[in-house]
Every structure is written in C-alpha cells, then in structure tokens.
C-alpha cells in the first residue's frame, strides 16, 4: 500500500469524525493466545457470549481468521469521549449521598451508535478510494464494520494499529488522548497493513514502572499486568451481572451504580486528556453524581424516559436499583435508613435483598 493510500485512509476516519485511525493485519497476535486459558479460567464470569465458538470448537474471538477468512486487515479507529467533568476519584460528598455512573454513559448517546454511525460513513470513504484506486471487487464482501459486538477482540487490533498501548488496567491507552476512548473496527478483504509501519511497529507500551491502577482497584480485579479478572471488576458488577452481587464483593463496590472508572482516573495518562469535540457525549443534567434515592426507587416508566438511548438500560431497572442500594449501604449516610427500610419490602426480590444487606451495613457503621 502506498503512503499515500494509507494518508486517504485515515483521512476518511477522520471526516467520519474519528480522532485517531491505524491499520492492522490479522494475524494470530501473541496477546490472543492468552484468551482460550482466560476463558478456561472463567475470569469471564457470566458474559457467556464471549465463549461463542465455532463449527470446529474453537473460540471464534481467538483467531479472526478463522471465522472472517475473507478479512486481510483491520482499520481500526478511535473516538474521544472525555468531557471537562469530575473524576470518580475527585468525589468528596461528605453527605454521600449521590452514586457514581462512569463517564462513558453520562450523555444521551449510546457509544454502540455513536461509533457505528461513523464506522459507516468512514467505510463508505474507504469504498470510493477503494473503487477510484482500482481496489474494489465488485460483487465479494470487503468491509465490514464492528463496535463491540465483532467475534474480535479489539484492543490487541488497536495495539497492532498503532492507536495505543494495552495498559496494565487493560485499556488501551494513546499517549496523547489518553484512555477515554472508543474503538470500533473496520473488516477488510484487502492487505492494507502490509506495507504500513504502523501494522508491525505497535504503538509502545509506556506504563514503565507504574502499577497505580493496580493499586487502586478496590477488588484487586487486576490480577497480574493487562489481565482482569472480570468477575471481581465493579464494571462487571454493575452492568453485566444479573442476580444477587455475591456478598463478600459488594462493601468494595463503593457507590458505583453504573461502570467503574477508577482504573482509568488514576492514571497519569490521562491526566492531561484532551476533551472531546463531539458533543453528543455532554453529559445530560443529573447523570454525573446522582442522588441514591433517585436511582433506588425509580420507576420503569422514568428508566425508560431517563435512559432511552443510553448505554445504562443495559443494567435494566433491577440491576440499576440493586446497584444503588448496595451504594446507599456503603454511604454510611443514615439519611437512606427509612427509604432502605421500606425498600426491604419491595416487590422486586433483587431489590429487597439487597436493601436489607445495605440496612444492616448502614446500622453497623452507625454503631
Ligand atoms: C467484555 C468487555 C468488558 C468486560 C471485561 C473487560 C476485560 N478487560 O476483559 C467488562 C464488563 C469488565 C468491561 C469493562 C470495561 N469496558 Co469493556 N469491553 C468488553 C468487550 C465487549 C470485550 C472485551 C474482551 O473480549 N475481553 C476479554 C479479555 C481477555 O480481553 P482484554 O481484556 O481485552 O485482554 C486482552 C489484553 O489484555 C491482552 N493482554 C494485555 N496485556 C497482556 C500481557 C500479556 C503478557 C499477554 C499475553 C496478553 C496481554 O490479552 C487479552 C486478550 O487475550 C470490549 C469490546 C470488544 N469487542 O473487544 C469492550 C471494551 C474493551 N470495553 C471498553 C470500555 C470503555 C470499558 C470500561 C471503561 C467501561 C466502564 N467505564 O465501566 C470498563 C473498563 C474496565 C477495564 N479495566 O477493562 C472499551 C475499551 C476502550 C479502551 N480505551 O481500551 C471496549 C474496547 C469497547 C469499545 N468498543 O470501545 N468490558
Ligand atoms: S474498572 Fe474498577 S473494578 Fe474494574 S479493574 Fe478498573 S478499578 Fe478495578
Ligand atoms: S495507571 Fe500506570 S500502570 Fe496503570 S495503565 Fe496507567 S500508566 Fe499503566
């Protein structure tokens, strides 16, 4: 691939209003062969759609080439969420009496159709230069556009394009934006990485000596550098898991209701991250620190109103109602002792458990 034909390539990720854009070849990276253990391990908790296999038996995100054999390399882009906002680690409410939901789900947008939106309109740029450098066949399957949902695991294609490292809290992370970013990536039939330095000089790993991350994790979900074990991280907690939060895990989940950033708020990378231009990702009144009280016992007609669009219906009503309760048992603010006592009752069994073991950790902080 000419230079030239990499500088349109990027440039139509760019029109498409990524911030960042690199191209990967699909190949058996070193960091996907760490995936079929990590699975065996069950550090992927209850997410069984990880586990999808192929006709052979195979993890179909272990190996790209096995289930797109047609795909050559990957375009994979990048896009800025940062917004000038707290971060969860600047939360000092002496009344603690608001939740934490994580900076990616403040806005009315669902990153999902954000990114897709201009995954589209990039791949329709990408056809047009394909077509008028005389790369296009017509009538085969050349691209194809995925955000989250690909049978791939995106971050060792973003390390293979060069947008960024994988950091020891197994973000990616570029040296200028920082972590809060979105990844989507582009399928393509063609070898578009095979000349392209940034496709076999991945961006460097400058996480140096640092380990705050890990640190600061307050379930110790980073088991070892770049390896999480899903099962113990409050993203998980609070978005993917359904039922009963396991007992011993729910004092560390603080008052997060929705996602868990203190990985990424800790990190000297992300420091100076720029904000983001796109201002679909401005976060809606309330959404930033919200009340506990608010959350725990709304209603399914105001979660549908409230969320519509957002990436926060995915916890669905009981989840989101759980998760507040565990953070109003871990406020220490016996301001939530009458709502908690009446939540103790509600139809919604999820929610009365919980609601109890946050009643009886409130009155053994309060003496
Ligand atoms: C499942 C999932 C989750 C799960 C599990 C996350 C995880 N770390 O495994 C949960 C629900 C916990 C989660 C949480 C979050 N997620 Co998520 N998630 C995904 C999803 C859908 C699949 C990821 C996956 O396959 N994980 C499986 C594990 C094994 O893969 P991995 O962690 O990426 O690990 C690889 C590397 O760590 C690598 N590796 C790194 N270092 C080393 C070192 C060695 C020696 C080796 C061998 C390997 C290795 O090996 C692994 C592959 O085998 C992706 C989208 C996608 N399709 O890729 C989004 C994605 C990763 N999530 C994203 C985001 C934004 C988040 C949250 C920030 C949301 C939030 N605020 O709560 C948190 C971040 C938590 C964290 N520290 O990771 C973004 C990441 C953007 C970025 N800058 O990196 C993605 C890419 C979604 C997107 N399209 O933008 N997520
Ligand atoms: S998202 Fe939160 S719980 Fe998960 S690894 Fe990062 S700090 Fe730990
Ligand atoms: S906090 Fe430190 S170790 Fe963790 S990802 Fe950031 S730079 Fe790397």
Redesign the pocket.
Known sequence: MSPDLQTRIRQCAHDAGFDLCGVAPVRDF??????PT?IADGK?GD?KY?EARDVAGELK?ASLARVAPWARSLVVCALNYNTRHPCSTDLHNEAASSGWI???AWSRAD?HDA?LRRLKQAEKGLRDLLEETGHWIPGTRQLRSY????P?????Y?KYAGIGW?GK?????NQQLG?W????VILTSLDLAEHDITASLPAPDRCGTCTRCITACPTQA?VA????D?RL?I??LT??KRGEIPNQLRPAMGRHVF???I??DVCPWNRKAPVTTAHEFEPRPGLVNPDLDWLAEMQPEEFRETFRGSPVKRAKLSGLRRNAVVAMGNSGNKKFVPALNQLCEDPDPLVAEHARWALATLNVDMG
């Open positions: 070193a960091e996907l062969r760490v995936f990590w992927h997410m990880l995100r994580s900076r990616y990153y990114v955000v989250d949902t690909g791939l695991i995106e971050r060792v973003a994988i809290n197994t973000c990616i992370i972590s970013l979105f990844l989507g980073i550098p770049g390896e999480l899903a991280c993203s998980y978005i993917e996602g868990c950033d990985c990424q």
